[in-house]
């Protein structure tokens, strides 16, 4: 904490911290003293050594005391007061650690130092027997590249090794012996290494004993069902076996191999991680064994081990290295004779085990001296034997307690190793039944609970069951077992639905921010006192799982010398490894598998392990911590000393006067204490805060393992329904549960640290604790309310009846003979009253600081928060209660159907006080306000109102009913009548505040901000978002929408689905679908959907749309009233399908009607003409893919009527027809030469046909022979093009909202184009992706309209042009949508069969009209464009004087009478709508030419082979215009005889640029431009000014077109003839582009030899 930040009070209490008291170790009676010269700092973290310690304090500086031989000077005194260690002056350091005789610290940073004693590489210095200063080391990690150092967060050192934890949490290691876990033989290691084996896992501690290493480890998630192995990858041994008895089968996948070091390929398996067996002798078993020999196989290894002498067990074998045995020279017996004495006669066994008891610390230390870690013989003690039994009972899979028969084989082979002494008789058996059988009772018990605590207890019974220890789970009494295992295989059978409930729904959220308690123990290292606690004595290489730890929430290790503890976060001890002065905490014997020490107080929460003593640090009744000591008492009678360690550990009471112990540190001579005093009672909030939650997870554990499971576990519990919410009440409780139990450990290592109150848990993450218990409220308030408590007490008579007692004690009920259902209603909602007491000490913590400090505001919010909630929560509780009571007086029918476990009452009007307006007399009506729905019950029936799509209001006073209350639902509308203002105030606020609860959601409560936060609105809002689910709206009924609402109707966004499975997207108004929306129908018969997507008027679709058809086909187009009318497209089957074809017109009432163009793919033609309901009918032309052209009358699909036809070669026939491509009647018959035939014709057009008639063979001298007559008239009997397209530009009309062309509202027009651009915009500003950022860009410019004051000036006209352009550039625009659309349609006429040269009069009279039609347009939105033809004037600037090119003289355009601009729709619009139809066109124009072009391209080629100068006097060019110099790229050459292609150069090329552009207009420029460069060509030849005469000029530009060599000038000279403006004709272009036409002529009648 910053010194700022902290308040005076604070700093006050500060000085009063981390004050270091340390007495001698080894005694009860002690007197604790302050360690002296530290000069008031506050120390964080001590560490002690054998005969040392280390200091951390508070601003990361590290002290040492006590005897530092390392250090220079002070090699052989002991210096009491502390030593600060400069070289670690400026590395903030975070944590200490002390080994016997060496010491580490890590900074802040990560970088971990080492010094003192290096003899076995603990330091990792390498050839350094001590390191006097702390030094740096580097740990890499090899994995990955490039090397990174990892940072480390903990350490731990033991005597002659290192281990440190990393920030990925993984443990590096350094020193010397198996207890490092590397695989490695060559000690000592000086490189830190990874510990791979628990890489991968979580590793959240790690502790060292002298020769023993311990880590906790997070578990790994439950993984989904694995297939389960069947057989140990090891010892082949099954997992899970069976035993049949004769009253019972007994299950048990309790699998433990029985000796060695783990290997790596169980480190994946979460159920079964086995050590494999690596024997004494280095073999390992394979499967090869029967089971018979296999059960015992432990047991003779153990001989082998005990009777082999000890150097041929060292040398029998190369591979004993492996085992870890790195020093030959040792022998493990020192003669013979020592190892008879643990042969295994009944009594030299006794007598060892006395011994053992007696003999003191000599043997010990020699058995220390063997050298590393040598599989030793089974230390002085019974647990060997016992967890050799052990082993041998779970090789054989089955539990000892099982096999209580006197005749089963291994038994019996058990009580052969077991002498009948009775020096352990009944110690562990809390009860021995009298008689001969109680010996053999007691020593089955003794192995059954080492070998229930070494394996890992059966996961089958139930998800991680506790053990409790005593009686009540003893299997081996026979009456018991009778009872249980028929359960035990019921719950293995039962529907695996129960066995869920009580695994805690871990939050992965909670584990991230708090310790987590699903943790493993795992143990490696020297193990011949059982300090492994794998319930033998031999040695691990490797990590290996202490399985009876499994379950237990272990949440701190602490390694001793030759013992190790684990404390849970239940506040309880196991304890194992020596026990030689009862530093274990219980009875006189060591254990090699963990057992709950003895110590008093209210439940441990530190600990800490000397060499041959612990600390455990527990909770009094006053909230202070008490020091208990467990270990060896010095007195002087040396006869009462075996007493003296058996006790169980002894409360120093000397401890407690000195203040509040933070911290408890146990080393070799010395104890030591961190202590804080209780400066205006912070200190002593924190410890009651911590003390009272760890408490309460005692309790809470109770209750789930002692009430929670077992009636989970009972049969027959109602209804799947009622067992689900048990369920989901029992998971939510676990969940509680866990999170408090996370939550006291957490405030365990908050008192160890620098105890901040700002981080403290609750106010950190009070949203975990907040949402937990409110969870756990919504699940047990709807239990309640289904009657659940109700419910269990009849099935769970007998087991709660039995419990009364504790059920009382746990639920805090007092009073007596209180109901069964009382007793569990008051226990399942006990946990709520801790929220009191965190709001209690928060507040009691925020009165140590300032009022102004910024923890005092944050203690004092978070504790209003929680006592919030606490007032809250129990307003649910009432309001269950109060729900539950209305139920029980219900009637039952409707209970059934109306009762749901989240639904609460909040009034109902059985007092009469509402009733229905307009109600028979003799109805009877009930109305109940649930919090989800308002119900009106009658007497049989009732419906149901959900609240969401429910309006409320209050009648207006005039209408007479002056109590009334109008309810509006999406289907009904009813007034409720109340008997008094009051009581309609009250309904209609309760009502009112019920629809908001239920618009918001289930939690009312707004957190942090409790005061002011939750007061409901009035009035619910009017629009709002639901779902409803109609019943009788007959176009509705059973439709489900979810979307807006507007006063009971669906409006603005929804989805609508219907029961037949029809869907609708979109838009609604007032109810009905009404705006943009996507509509699906299920075609049941095809499989498929029919989907729309488009506009909606009034619940039709109205508008444009896109509809696919199940069949395949697709329209797109208008709709009106659901049909389709107006102008669409029909696409009919792909192109692969039976018949695609396309149809673009106009529709009206669903059938095609007016003009439209039809294009039959397969049958390849394509009709353009009239039709009448879905039929040809009126004038239509077809053109065929095989050049056939018809153009006349149709009728009913047939051509009928008068018509021509004309075939590919120009044969022509004017006349009847009766059918398609049928002659019938009166005609004429033109042949391609001229010759005609008049008459009857009969017969189908391409096979013979009948003529009567007269042939003519005209005269040759006639004048027009050229052309067939009819060719000329053709299009007379086609569609007038103003009569094509009509509903396309009516379309245009309406969106301006004009009736027809020309009528309405100019202004009204702009309004609804501003309309549609803005809509439209709106509508893709939600996919952006749809417009590019220039088309949003034309958007924007196009919302500004040009303005027009005063005169019509040509500024004007260009800006309307210029908005003309922009608004064609975007289809969002009404113009633009109809320029778009005029495209297509042009398109779809003529492209593909209408490629057909008979059309071109065709296609550009159609052009005409568009024009003529969009001009009409544009003068309704600009009416002062003037009309076409008439002239803009020029202003006075714009009359510039130019020279004319004919004349050569400066004038004012002598040629038009008043100079001025012409305005016409051609100038206006052709340079919108050209460019885009100018393919299909040009295409036309090129077939229609064809033959001419074919003879002009033949003459161009020809005539292009000669050399400039031949061809400039073939075309007669004089002389004098010939070019003498020309310029070929960039240099000036003398026209030679051989020159080509270089004289007039620039107006060839110029001339070429014709094909590129698009409008007449820019085509007659190119040609002005050729000839003003040919007269610069000229000029710069002749050098003087002169006047050109057609004569002179016509050959110059002659050559200039043959050298352009343009392919089809025949096209492009018709192109511009048929649409250039009419007034151009006679002007200056107008007599240019004469000129190029007569080129054009000329080249094709060129005769050249």
């Known amino acids: 904490m910053d010194s700022q930040e902290r308040s005076s009070e604070e700093a006050e209490g500060a000085k009063e911290r981390g004050l270091v008291y340390v007495w001698k170790a080894g005694s009860c009676s002690i007197t604790p003293e302050r360690l002296p010269g530290l000069h008031g700092k506050t120390v964080l973290q001590a560490a002690l050594g054998v005969n040392h310690g280390l200091l951390l304090t508070e601003g990361g500086e590290v002290y040492s005391f006590g005897k530092l031989p390392w250090r220079t000077g002070l090699e052989e005194s002991c210096t009491n007061s502390p030593i600060l260690e400069n070289t670690l002056l400026g590395q903030h350091v975070i944590t200490v650690a002390a080994g016997s005789f060496h010491n580490g610290a890590v900074t802040d940073g990560g970088v971990v130092y080492m010094w003192g004693n290096n003899s076995a590489g603990q330091c990792a210095v390498a050839n350094q027997p001590y390191v006097p200063e702390p030094q740096p080391i580097s740990i890499s990690d090899s994995e990955t590249s490039p090397l990174l150092s990892v940072r480390i967060l903990q350490l731990a050192c033991g005597e002659e090794h290192t281990l440190a934890l990393s920030l990925s949490r993984e443990i590096w290691a350094w020193g010397s012996g198996c207890q490092l876990g590397l695989i490695t033989t060559t000690f000592p290691v000086i490189k830190p290494q990874k510990v791979e084996h628990l890489a991968g896992r979580v590793v959240l501690q790690v502790a060292c004993g002298a020769f023993h290493s311990l880590a906790l480890v997070q578990c790994l998630p439950v993984q989904e069902m694995k297939p389960i192995p069947e057989r140990c990858n090891h010892c082949s041994q099954l997992l899970i076996t069976m035993t049949d008895k004769e009253d019972h089968v007994i299950i048990s996948d309790s699998h433990c191999c029985p000796l060695g070091v783990a290997l790596s390929d169980a480190q994946t398996e979460n159920l079964l991680s086995c050590p494999s067996l690596e024997t004494v002798e280095g073999k390992s078993v394979t499967g090869g064994q029967s089971e018979d020999s296999q059960k015992c196989i432990v047991a003779e290894h153990m001989l082998v081990a005990l009777e082999a002498d000890g150097a041929s067990l060292l040398s029998s074998n190369d591979g004993q290295e492996d085992s870890g045995i790195s020093s030959p020279g040792n022998i493990l017996f020192p003669d013979k004779k020592e190892a008879k004495e643990y042969s295994l006669s009944d009594n030299s066994l006794n007598e060892s085990l006395e011994k053992s008891i007696t003999t003191e610390p000599e043997q010990t230390s020699q058995e220390e001296q063997l050298g590393a870690c040598v599989p030793g013989p089974p230390s002085t003690s019974t647990s060997a034997l016992n967890s050799l039994v052990a082993s041998c009972a779970s090789a054989v899979g089955v539990r000892v307690a ?301 209750i789930k393992s002692q009430v929670l499971r077992p009636l989970l576990g009972l049969d027959n519990l109602g209804s799947a329904n009622t067992i689900q919410l048990l369920q989901e009440m029992a998971s939510r409780f676990s969940k509680l549960c866990y999170l408090i139990g996370q939550h006291g450990a957490s405030l365990s290592s908050f008192l160890h640290g620098v105890k901040e109150a700002r981080s403290l848990a609750i106010l950190k993450h009070s949203s975990l604790f907040l949402d937990s218990y409110t969870e756990y409220c919504t699940s047990v308030t709807n239990f309640l309310v289904m009657g659940g408590f109700m419910l269990l007490a009849k099935p769970a008579i007998d087991f709660l009846s039995k419990n009364q007692e504790l059920l009382q004690k746990l639920s805090e009920v007092n009073e007596e003979n209180t109901q069964l259902v009382e007793v569990l209603n008051a226990l399942f909602f006990m946990p709520f009253g801790r929220l009191h007491n965190y709001a209690r000490t928060l507040l009691k913590l925020a009165t140590c600081f300032e009022v102004a ?268 009233d659901n049909m389709r009318h107006g102008h669409g497209l029909l696409r009919s089957g792909k192109l692969t399908s039976s018949s695609p074809s396309m149809f673009i017109g106009q529709w009206t009432m669903d059938k095609k009607n007016g003009y439209g163009v039809f294009d039959d793919i397969t049958r390849g033609e394509k009709y353009m003409g009239m039709w009448q309901d879905d039929l040809c009918q009126g004038n239509g032309v077809v053109v065929t893919q095989f050049g056939l052209y018809y153009e006349g009358a149709f009728s009913t699909n047939k051509m009928m009527g008068t018509g021509i036809l004309l075939s590919e070669d120009d044969t022509v026939y004017e006349g009847e027809f009766a059918d398609n491509w049928t002659l019938s009647g009166k005609g004429t018959l033109t042949l391609p030469n001229g010759d005609y035939i008049e008459g009857l014709f009969s017969g189908e057009w391409g096979s013979g046909i009948k003529i009567t008639g007269t042939y003519f063979k005209p005269s040759l001298y006639e004048s027009e022979k050229d052309k067939p007559k009819t060719l000329r008239k053709l299009g007379i009997l086609s569609v007038p093009p103003d009569e094509k397209w009509k509903a396309v530009f009516e379309e245009c009309w309406n969106q301006l909202g004009c009736e027809s062309p020309g009528q309405g509202d100019r202004w009204k027009a702009w309004d609804n184009i501003a309309v549609a651009l803005t809509t439209n915009r709106r509508q893709h500003k939600d996919s952006p992706e749809l417009l590019s950022r220039s088309h949003t860009q034309t958007l924007e410019s196009l919302e500004f309209i040009p303005q027009h004051i005063g005169a019509f000036t040509l500024e004007k006209y260009e800006n309307i042009k210029k908005y003309l352009i922009k608004a064609c550039d975007t289809p969002l625009h009404p113009l633009g949508k109809l320029v778009e659309t005029l495209v297509a349609v042009y398109r779809m006429t003529y492209v593909g069969v209408g490629a057909n040269r008979r059309l071109l009069q065709e296609a550009v009279r159609e052009i005409k009209s568009y024009l003529k039609r969009i001009f009409q347009l544009v003068r309704f939105l600009f009416p002062d464009l003037p009309e076409e033809g008439s002239t803009i004037p020029f202003l006075g600037t714009e009359t510039k004087g130019r020279r004319s090119f004919c004349s050569g003289k400066s004038d004012s355009r002598s040629e038009s009478p008043e100079p001025g601009y012409v305005v016409t729709s051609f100038g206006l619009l052709l340079p919108v709508l050209l460019p885009r139809l100018y393919p299909p066109l040009f295409m036309l124009y090129a077939l229609d030419n064809e033959r001419e072009e074919d003879v002009y391209w033949e003459c161009v080629l020809r005539l292009n082979k000669q050399t400039d100068t031949a061809l400039l006097s073939f075309l007669g060019v004089q002389a004098k215009f010939w070019p003498g110099t020309v310029s070929i790229l960039g240099e000036i050459r003398k026209v030679s005889p051989t020159t080509k292609d270089a004289c007039f150069a620039s107006a060839v090329e110029c001339l070429q640029q014709i094909s590129t552009t698009f409008t007449p207009a820019d085509k007659l420029k190119v040609i002005q431009q050729t000839f003003e460069e040919i007269s610069q060509n000229v000029l710069e030849t002749l050098q003087e000014d002169f006047l050109w005469s057609m004569d002179d000029l016509f050959p110059v530009f002659l050559y200039v077109v043959l050298r352009a060599r343009i392919r089809n000038l025949g096209s492009e000279v018709h192109l511009i003839e048929d649409l250039m403006d009419p007034y151009l004709q006679h002007g200056e272009q107008g007599i240019m582009f004469t000129t190029l036409k007569a080129c054009y002529y000329q080249i094709q009648h060129e005769k050249l030899t």
Not at 603 to 613: E, I, K, L, R
């Open 402 to 702: 099982a096999t209580y028969e006197a005749g089963a084989l291994s038994l019996k082979k058990v009580m052969n190793f077991y002498g009948t002494s009775s020096s352990e008789a009944g110690s562990q058996s809390g009860s021995g039944s009298a008689g001969p059988d109680s010996l053999k009772d007691s020593r089955e018990e003794q192995v059954r609970l080492e070998s229930m605590q070494g394996k890992k207890s059966s996961s089958l019974v139930d998800i991680r069951e506790e053990e409790s220890e005593g009686v009540s789970r003893r299997l081996s009494l026979p009456g018991l077992l009778s009872q249980v295992s028929p359960r035990l295989l019921r719950k293995v059978g039962r529907a695996k639905m129960r066995t869920v409930a009580l695994t805690p729904t871990y939050s992965g959220e909670a584990d991230a921010l708090l310790p987590s308690l699903r943790t493993e123990v795992w143990s490696w290292g020297k193990g011949k006192e059982g300090q492994l606690g794998h319930g033998d004595v031999l040695p691990r290489l490797q990590p290996l799982c202490v399985k009876s730890l499994d379950g237990k929430e272990v949440i701190q290790l602490s390694a001793g010398g030759h013992h190790s503890l684990a404390l849970t976060a239940k506040s309880q001890v196991y304890s194992w490894g020596s026990n030689t002065s009862g530093q274990l905490g219980h009875f006189n014997s060591p254990t090699t598998v963990p057992r709950l020490a003895k110590v008093l107080g209210d439940g441990v929460w530190s600990t800490a392990a000397g060499p041959d003593y612990s600390l455990f640090l527990a909770d009094e009744k006053d909230f202070q911590p008490g020091l208990y000591y467990g270990g060896q008492e010095t007195t002087t009678e040396s006869h009462l000393f075996e007493n003296n360690c058996a006790k169980a550990p002894v409360l120093l009471l000397s401890c407690s006067k000195i203040g509040y112990i933070s911290n408890v540190i146990a080393g070799g001579e010395n104890c030591l204490v961190l202590v804080d005093k209780n400066i205006m009672g912070y200190i002593a909030s924190l410890h009651e805060l911590a003390s009272t939650e760890r408490r309460f997870y005692c309790k809470l554990s109770e």
């Open 853 to 1120: 400090s910024p923890e005092y505001q944050k203690l004092q919010d978070s504790s209003s928060c929680y006592e919030s909630l606490a007032v809250h929560l129990s307003r649910k509780r009432k309001e269950a209660e109060y729900t539950l009571g209305f139920w029980k007086t219900f009637p039952g029918k409707m209970t059934d159907s109306l009762r749901k476990p989240e639904r609460r009452l909040i009034c109902e009007s059985s007092n009469r006080g509402l009733s229905l307006q307009h109600a028979g007399r003799f109805s009877v009506n009930w109305f109940i306000l649930f919090n989800d729905a308002l119900v009106h019950a009658q007497f049989s029936t009732h419906h149901i109102f959900p609240l969401s799509t429910l309006w409320v209001e209050a009648v207006s006073e005039e209408s007479g009913n002056v109590n009334g209350l109008k309810i509006t639902t999406p289907e009904e509308q009813f007034v409720l009548l109340s008997s008094t203002p009051q009581e309609k105030t009250k309904w209609l606020r309760a009502i009112s505040q019920a629809v908001d609860q239920a618009l918001r959601g289930t939690s009312d409560l707004i957190f942090h901000g409790a005061a002011g936060g939750n007061i409901p609105r009035q009035e619910p809002p009017i629009s709002r978002s639901a779902k409803y689910t109609f019943y009788k709206d007959p176009r509705l009924k059973d439709a489900m929408y979810n979307g807006r609402w507007l006063s009971g109707k669906p409006h603005g966004r929804g989805i609508l689905k219907w029961a037949d499975g029809r869907m609708y997207s979109g838009t609604f108004r007032t109810g009905l679908e009404d705006g943009y929306g996507e509509y699906r129908v299920p075609n049941k018969v095809l499989n498929k959907d029919d989907h729309y997507v488009g506009y909606w008027k009034e619940g039709k679709m109205c508008g444009h749309g896109v509809y696919s058809y199940a069949t395949g086909e697709v329209y797109e187009g208008c709709f009106q």
